[in-house]
């Protein structure tokens, strides 16, 4: 059974980048054809998935988002990471990963929570001096 569990500073500074680590466990990272996703929920608002590496290490990214964010991942530690450069307190939210078996870019809503067959528990961040 595959788990997967964020990482990462609760608390960034504006301007600031903001970094964490989704471990995962139970699977490989590079198995076909499962795609690794970060996706966050501001308070009182919905889903925005940022983006994702798949298993042969292509990235992909929200238009919205592409120009701050960078998706890697470690394959020695089976483990994918995300970086939000020039955080503002709007970007203070939980942020998941998840784990999906088909390209999220291929969907017309990358947030329907039934496109990922496994999550994170979620972890807070907030952006503030």
């Known amino acids: 059974q595959v788990q997967l569990q964020e990482s990462g500073p609760g608390l960034v500074k504006p301007s600031q980048t903001l970094s964490l680590t989704c471990s995962v466990s139970g699977g490989s990272i590079t198995r076909t054809y499962y795609y690794w996703s970060w996706i966050r929920q501001p308070p009182g608002k919905g889903l925005e998935w940022m983006g994702a590496?798949?298993?042969?290490?292509?990235?992909y990214y929200s238009p919205f988002l592409k120009s701050r964010t960078s998706i890697a991942r470690d394959t020695s530690k089976n483990q994918f990471t995300l970086q939000l450069s020039s955080v503002t307190p709007e970007d203070t939210a939980v942020y998941y990963c998840a784990r999906s078996g088909v390209n999220p870019t291929l969907v017309r809503d990358t947030t329907t929570r039934g496109l990922y067959d496994t999550w994170g528990q979620g972890t807070q961040v907030t952006v503030s001096s």
């Open positions: 590496i798949a298993y042969s290490g292509s990235t």
